[in-house]
């Protein structure tokens, strides 16, 4: 599938809180399998999505550093909760709390990654969005994306150091219990 540059149009787009969206990934990140709202909230039909890459959906305003911790966690075998903003095919956007898995077979080698993602609480977003345009300013302030990323990586880390949390303490901290 080529990409083609999507302009973000600054709509949000929302899914149920009984509705849960399901991906799978090879590897490389290669999507495997979409399920029913992934492609509904995304806009994209399972044709698209079925071998195209994860980051089909990566919305410009997401920092580099997070994924990248995102990536280094499953990449090692363990699970991530995130805090995601993805794009839509038409532009919108919506946010999740992603739960990313690799999957393994029965060698203990990573034949994949599977992700379920959540609605995650208004407050959270609130708290979150300043916090990733912190670090997407770090990142685009850098003459060099690698640098940017490096900077931000270490301000999200110093962060996570001062809070006494890692990530995914940080994110569930976050989660309003009912």
């Known amino acids: 599938m080529t990409r083609t540059t999507i302009t973000p149009t600054g709509r949000e787009r929302t899914f149920g809180l009984d509705e849960i969206i399901v991906s799978k990934t090879d590897p490389k990140g290669i999507i495997t399998y979409a399920n029913h709202t992934f492609l509904k909230v995304s806009g994209y039909t399972e044709e698209e999505m079925l071998g195209a890459p994860h980051n089909i959906i990566r919305h410009p305003d997401m920092p580099r550093c997070v994924f990248k911790l995102l990536w280094d966690t499953i990449s090692n075998g363990q699970e991530i909760f995130a805090y995601v903003v993805n794009l839509c095919k038409n532009g ?32 959270a977003i609130e708290t979150i969005v300043p916090i990733y345009a912190k670090l997407k300013n770090i990142e685009d302030s850098a003459s060099d994306w690698r640098a940017g990323m490096a900077e931000a990586e270490q301000s999200l880390g110093t962060l996570l150091a001062d809070s006494g949390m890692t990530y995914d303490q940080f994110a569930f901290s976050l989660v309003k219990c009912v």
């Not at 919108?92 to 609605?119: C, M, Q």
């Open 92 to 123: 919108d956007h919506y946010w999740v709390l992603a739960h990313v898995t690799p999957t393994f077979n029965l060698k203990g080698e990573i034949i994949g990654y599977h992700s379920s993602r959540r609605v995650p609480d208004q407050e």
